[in-house]
């Protein structure tokens, strides 16, 4: 009994022993171990769930940041822009600025090379000539260049000038006739000078004798002759020229001495002189071949704005001649013509500066 009643009591017998090894555990009822595994799975669950919320944060926050570099970086590509187009505004007003002071000071000196007035202000007694000796006023567009070529013609009129009117009409084409005044007194030329006039073109001023030395004897001398031109051209033709060219050109053997005073007072009286940038070179002794004439009349091609230095004269029928060739190769480059008024800019010779 006492030998069952120690077996009864403990768990050392094989048969109970085994069965309490091998019965499982009771539904319900958890073990210590399977708790704290439970527990450490669960722990880590909401660990790796707040991991990923946190890291799911931290994306969103990156791409805000992002999206706001982003932003940030394309409002500074924009403001650049912006300023870039500021700065290239300002460097273009910049530029005229600089250009109309440059201009600016161009007329300053201009006023002060070609001034009239006496250092102590005492005005030319020769302003006082001819006060009705003024050009008419001139409305119209300014030309100033995009290929545009002004053929003028000197000395007229001649027995050549209805040859030449008649290939400017075929052509289309407007042109300036410097006429001279002993050249233009004869009925057969003063029918010229009124075809020139009402067949469009321009008629300009050449002085009245083409003697150098009596048109720059003096600015008195000039004027005289000038206004005598003046008076005849309106006389004949009912229109008063507004330009006019030197005989030899602005800058001669025989006028240094008075062509500045010339010029200030002529431009006082609002008339427009032209010198030329390409020539004919058709005034020699012996006539020039028209291919050669022509050839050196288009050797202003390439400039903005030609002015074309022919003669009217009744020795140059060489150069009426190459007339056609010219108009044509001038044409053949993209320019169109034009008479000679105010409103075309100054085509004159570079003068040395005053000491
Ligand atoms: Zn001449």
Redesign the pocket.
């Known amino acids: 009994m006492d030998h069952m009643a120690e077996h009864n009591t403990g768990l050392d017998r094989p048969a109970e022993l085994e069965k309490a090894v091998n019965a499982a555990p009771p539904r319900g009822v958890p073990r210590p171990l399977f708790v704290a595994v439970t527990a450490l799975a669960v722990a880590l669950a909401l660990a790796c769930g707040l991991l990923a919320f946190s890291f799911a944060c931290q994306r969103h926050g990156y791409a805000v940041q992002l999206g706001m570099v982003l932003d940030t970086q394309s409002a500074a590509q924009e403001r650049s822009d912006r300023l870039e187009r500021e700065l290239n505004r300002t460097k273009g007003e910049l530029a005229q600025r600089e250009t109309e002071l440059a201009q600016a000071q161009g007329t300053i000196d201009v006023l002060k090379e070609y001034s009239i007035a006496a250092p102590d202000g005492a005005v030319p007694e020769y302003t006082q000539l001819y006060p009705d000796f003024c050009a008419p006023a001139w409305e119209g567009e300014a030309v100033t260049g995009g290929k545009v070529c002004c053929l003028t013609f ?2 007229g009129p001649s027995a050549n000038t209805d040859r030449v009117l008649e290939i400017l009409d075929r052509y289309g084409v407007k042109a300036t006739f ?1 006429v ?1 005044g002993s050249s233009s007194t004869s009925a057969a030329s003063q029918e010229r000078m009124k075809k020139i006039v009402a067949a469009g073109h321009a008629i300009g001023m ?1 002085s009245w004798s ?1 003697d150098y030395k009596k048109v720059y004897a003096s600015v008195d001398a000039f004027l005289e002759e000038f206004n005598s031109l003046y008076q005849w051209i309106y006389q004949v033709t009912g229109v008063y020229p507004s330009v006019y ?1 030197f ?2 050109g602005s800058l001669n053997g025989y006028d240094r001495g008075v062509y500045q005073e010339i010029i200030a007072e002529m431009t006082r009286r609002g008339f427009a002189y032209y010198d030329w940038n390409a020539s004919a070179q058709d005034a020699t002794v012996r006539p020039r071949p028209a291919w050669e004439i022509a050839a050196d009349c288009l050797r202003g091609v390439g400039r903005e704005l030609v002015v074309v230095l022919c ?1 009217d004269s009744a020795a140059r029928s060489t150069t009426v001649d190459a007339l056609p060739a010219v108009i044509q190769g001038y044409q053949n480059a993209g320019y169109t013509f034009s008479a000679l008024h105010p409103g075309v800019e100054q085509v004159t010779f570079g003068y040395p500066k005053i000491k």
Request: charged residues 30%; hydrophobic residues 20%.
């Open positions: 000197d000395d410097f001279v050449h083409h060219r005989p030899g003669h």
